[in-house]
């Protein structure tokens, strides 16, 4: 596995989870081409600064925004939209009426829920991995509420569907736990509250074992990340132009 920490997080003054998957290894060799798809927290905090960067050198184009419509009204759309970016809404959780998968009782009940998003909002899942594949320049800025678990399964679907190897992709995911206490310090200065004690920070913070059992529930049930993105609707057309898009088969 390679060290996937390095020159990959982007600091902002209101985003704490927030990096390039860029740089990621690809099987074979290559890697992701950075600056095509950015991952962060829900976008409410960015300062003027940070829109600027977003907009500017980073060259935001398009926003993926994968939170409820009810996270919407309470937090709001954030500054990348009032800047006039394009904002495309495509909530992974229904407002009622959520069938989560049975599983075994030694699995993870986030397991469940991320094969709920796919389950309850394949439309969506699908719709995500295609916004990125039509752009052709420009970046994409995926977010829900945290940038860990929304966000960590439309981007392993991504990942995997472009080569990066399954224990990278994994590797990625856990990453999101190296922000998860700086993250609430963030959200509860801002709200005037106390912080979660120990015990419930831990209980956000995304964990390997999770997206690996994910993964491989794919495999055992839809033949892989990749055909469960086909049988979904993912055009053989539009795969191509996901990898053409992401990979650099050749970094420099």
Known sequence: MTDLVPDRWLTFDGLTNARDLGGLPLEGGGRVRPGVLLRTESLEDLSPGDVARLTGDLGVVQVLDLRKDEELVVY????????????????????????????????DPMVGHYLGYLG?????VVSGVRRVAERETGATLVHCAAGKDRTGVLVALISSAVGVAREDVVAD????????EALFRRWTAGRGEPMPPEEDLDRHRPRAEIMQTFLELLDERHGGPVQWLLDNGLTEDELVRLRTRLRDDDPA
């Open 76 to 107: 709001g759309a954030g500054a990348l939209a009032e800047a006039g970016i394009t904002v495309h809404r495509l909530s992974f959780i229904p407002d009622t009426g959520r069938a989560l998968p049975e599983l075994g009782e030694d699995t």
């Open 173 to 180: 995911y856990a990453l999101s736990a190296t922000r998860i």
């Open 120 to 124: 309850d909002r394949a439309v969506n």
